[in-house]
């Protein structure tokens, strides 16, 4: 079981990037699907997830802009980000809560099991 997220790269300020997570053995059904942010020297920041039921929570940061959704089918979930600013340059990365948790202690890493490798996005201004 794996996870392996794609779809960073470099995007103007004001513009828009989507980034997937692909996840292995049916992972994206069966758990809560976060995306996670780090930039250099600081915390990794929860940015969103999804939970089974199809709820979603958002960082204030990102809400209004940002919106996480999940594809069954293809058993992935992506981040579409909208008026991005240099504020949201950081490697991204999906994260899967494989145990059961309550869906505030969805905000926190340490909630998270199966981590992705990371995707970097830059904005440049």
């Known amino acids: 079981v794996q996870l392996q997220a794609s779809g960073g790269g470099l995007v103007q300020t004001g513009g828009s990037l989507k980034i997937s997570c692909a996840a292995s053995?049916?992972?994206?059904?069966?758990?809560?699907m976060g995306w996670f942010r780090q930039t250099p020297g600081k915390e990794r920041e929860f940015v969103a997830v999804i939970t089974l039921n199809g709820n979603t929570v958002y960082a204030d940061s990102v809400k209004g802009r940002f919106t996480i959704s999940r594809d069954p089918r293809r058993d992935t979930v992506t981040l579409q980000m909208n008026s991005l600013n240099p504020e949201d340059t950081a490697v991204y990365y999906c994260?899967?809560?494989?145990?059961?948790?309550?869906?505030?202690?969805?905000?926190?890493?340490?909630?998270?099991?199966?981590w992705g490798q990371g995707t970097l996005v830059t904005v440049s201004s």
């Open positions: 994260a899967a809560a494989l145990n059961s948790v309550g869906s505030r202690d969805l905000l926190y890493q340490s909630s998270y099991t199966l």
């Open positions: 053995g049916r992972t994206s059904r069966s758990a809560a």
